[in-house]
């Protein structure tokens, strides 16, 4: 089993940022296309973000492009989430996921693609 621990959140205000981290222990992380999802109270979970495990693919959400940045050090077996301008709208629980099956230079948008999932960090952007 794959263990993903999430750090960084916290509460900020509007125009705010915070940057989310997300390691593991695991030696296979640099085959791993990570994303990053978030749930808000009496939302599905949505995607934000997708890095390849080469790094050299990345996909945003349309409301967060511009504003968040996904990134990843395989040296360090970790994947940031930089979030810059946030918006109340921000708000929710930020997951991390690794999907062992995706090819090199792609990473899926949908969460059915990813089998190994954090705990979770609680993003809160006051207005």
């Known amino acids: 089993q794959v263990q993903l621990v999430e750090s960084g959140g916290g509460l900020v205000q509007a125009g705010g940022s915070l940057r989310l981290s997300c390691a593991t222990s695991?030696?296979?992380?640099?085959?791993?296309?990570m994303g990053w999802f978030r749930q808000a109270p009496g939302k599905e979970r949505e995607f934000v973000a997708a890095i390849a495990r080469n790094g050299r693919s990345s996909y945003n959400a349309d409301s967060v492009k511009g504003r968040f940045t996904i990134s990843r050090d395989n040296a360090k077996n970790t994947v940031y989430l930089q979030m810059n301008s946030l918006k109340p709208e921000d708000t929710a629980v930020y997951y991390c996921?690794?999907?062992?099956?995706?090819?090199?230079?792609?990473?899926?948008?949908?969460?059915?693609?990813?089998?190994?999932w954090g705990q979770g960090t609680q993003v809160t952007v006051s207005s």
């Open positions: 996921a690794a999907d062992p099956t995706a090819y090199s230079n792609y990473a899926s948008t949908t969460r059915q693609a990813y089998d190994y």
């Open positions: 695991e030696r296979a992380f640099s085959s791993y296309a």
